[in-house]
């Protein structure tokens, strides 16, 4: 089959090249609930770029050469001899991590932390393929209303953001305020979610006039550009408080200390993008009661969850197409900051 493959780290991601596209073996069942999908789609993410950068080499056992792309779907093109939930041919959508199902986590739902994992993409050969090699466990049914090559990115892009912005509208109350940073493939998702499950007033800060043209598409009541006073921005639309809830999908540079400045006093700061620190005096943690939430992707009922507001039309990607061989062009072009919404592959 042919696949982008990435064959060497760029730390500063300075050259021009990041994957080859090329031949490479067909992925093979070995195992009775093993799954292959022909990819419709495989959505393009920042933590592509992170992987190229080699700062997930502390954190998984893989080595290069191998191909990325966690976020995913397709048709089922073969099934092992303990398949039963799917059929050759369904059109699927695959949680990122492939688990046993016998752990306790897993028996909990709580898939993320499961003790026996593979997440495809990351310590795994991915989706930048004509195929991909999953789990039974993994995979959702896709309604007629959604094709794969338009829903690959709520895999990761799209759950991350579910799973943050449904944590956030448990106690978002109407007449409150939530801050969204960053309005990109991840934010504009979050923005519809908060939209979609709660009435508080939803204030979106990026330093892209596109990025914020989508956000207003996708439902912000203000826009805030990040020009450097987009604290004082908030504090003027909050009466000088600070919002209940800030989701940060950046996590890196000045917007985690912003970030948590916009919370109000017992807020909730929900931290998802990463590659900064947060950095914080003991007293102020107690004086200010703030509460810190990480995220990490998503359970499988979450984006069970997650298909149905897309279905309903409560949730819609922004995608930018580009052919399998044009995986460079396309990491790239995010890089550089050139795509509204999230890119997509398609074999």
Known sequence: ??????EAYDEALTSERFVHYKDVSDPRISAPTDVIVRIGGAGVCRTDLHIVEGIWRSKVDVALPYIMGHENAGWVEAIGTGVEGVKIGDAVI???LVTSGHCLAC???DDMHATDSKFPGINADGGYAEYLLTGERALIKLPQSLSPKDVAPYTDAGLTAYRAAKKASRHLLPGQYCVVIGAGGLGHVGIQVLAALCAAEIIV???SDMALQLAEECGAHHKVKADG????AVAALTGGHGAE??????????AVARGLAMTRNGGTYYIVGYGGKIELPTIDMITAEKTIVGNLVGTYPELVELMALADRGRVNLATREYRLEQANDALLDLHHGKIKGRAVLIP
Request: glycine share 10%.
């Open 245 to 254: 809830a800030v989701i940060d999908f950046v996590g890196e540079g000045d």
């Open 94 to 96: 695959c949680h990122p």
């Open 107 to 109: 028996r909990r739902g």
């Open 229 to 232: 006073n987009e604290v004082e």
């Open 1 to 6: 089959m042919k696949a982008a493959v990435l």
């Open 205 to 207: 800060i990026d330093r």
